[in-house]
Each structure stands twice: as structure tokens, then as C-alpha cells.
């Protein structure tokens, strides 16, 4: 299971290392693509851009370096839950807009299969953040033992 679990980080701090770096790239099209969101209120999609874009490259980052794996995977766990909760809500009631997540790769609407991707990356961060707690847990507690 560590190899698995490896693998899922990699994978995950690739999509938000393309992901944050997408949005550096094309920071206006992201800044355009907050302000069809129904959660942002109007005028405020550049003060959201920015923080969004950051939190993506740093949660990348903290899931390569192995000291912040844990807290980035909890991180990256509510910031997915965060934009799914968004993508769901401008499906529901907004209808319109590109969801903004990978300019280069697509400038589509956000649908159901943006949500249901969304959904498998956190519970794919969730099982891992799980087992790597499991795993400090019990070397803990084997250290606390041992003295």
C-alpha cells in the first residue's frame, strides 16, 4: 500500500502544480472564469484569484516534501472539498462560465464529470491523509513503548 499510496501523491501534487501554474499562466481567463461563479460576490473574483493559485502551488509543493505531506494532504482535502462545493453550486444555479480549472487542457463548462473528478481526488487525498495518521500513530506510539 505505500507504493499506492506514493503514487496518489505524486499524482495529486502533479494536478495542483499544473493546476496553480495553469491559472499563473492564464491569470486573467481565471480571473473571468471566478467571476461567473455564483459563490463570488461581483467585484471581488481578482481578490479570490490570487489566494486560489497560491493555495494550489503550495499544496503541490507540500505533498513533495515528505515533513508536509500530512498537513498538505488535509489541506488539499478542503480546498477539493472547497471547488467541488463550488462547481456544484454554479451547475445548480448558475449554468454558465468555464469552471476554470485547466486552461490549457480545456476551457469547458463545469459538469458532472468535473464533479465526480473532483469527488475521486478527495477521497483519494482523505484514504492517504487516513493512512499516513495510521502509520505516525502506531510509530508513535511503538517510540512511547520502547522508552
Known amino acids: 500500500m505505500k507504493y499506492a499510496n506514493t503514487g496518489i501523491v505524486l499524482f495529486l ?40 493559485t497560491v493555495l494550489e502551488i503550495l499544496i503541490g509543493i507540500g505533498l513533495l516534501v515528505k515533513s508536509w505531506r500530512r498537513s498538505a494532504l488535509l489541506i488539499s482535502a478542503f ?6 462545493t463550488a462547481i456544484i453550486l454554479n451547475y445548480q444555479f448558475g449554468h454558465r462560465g468555464v469552471c476554470g480549472c485547466w486552461f490549457t487542457i480545456t476551457l469547458a463548462k463545469g459538469t458532472g464529470m468535473h464533479i465526480v473528478q473532483n469527488l475521486l481526488l478527495l477521497i483519494l487525498a482523505i484514504i492517504v491523509w487516513w493512512e499516513i495518521k495510521g502509520e505516525e500513530t502506531v510509530q508513535c506510539l511503538t517510540e512511547t513503548s520502547e522508552t
Open 13 to 52: 501534487a502533479a494536478i495542483f502544480l499544473f493546476s496553480g501554474i495553469d491559472k499563473l499562466l492564464h491569470y486573467d481567463g481565471f480571473v473571468n472564469a471566478l467571476r461567473d461563479y455564483v459563490l463570488i460576490p461581483r467585484g471581488t473574483a481578482k481578490h479570490f484569484a490570487l489566494p486560489v
Open 79 to 84: 480546498a477539493l472539498a472547497m471547488f467541488t
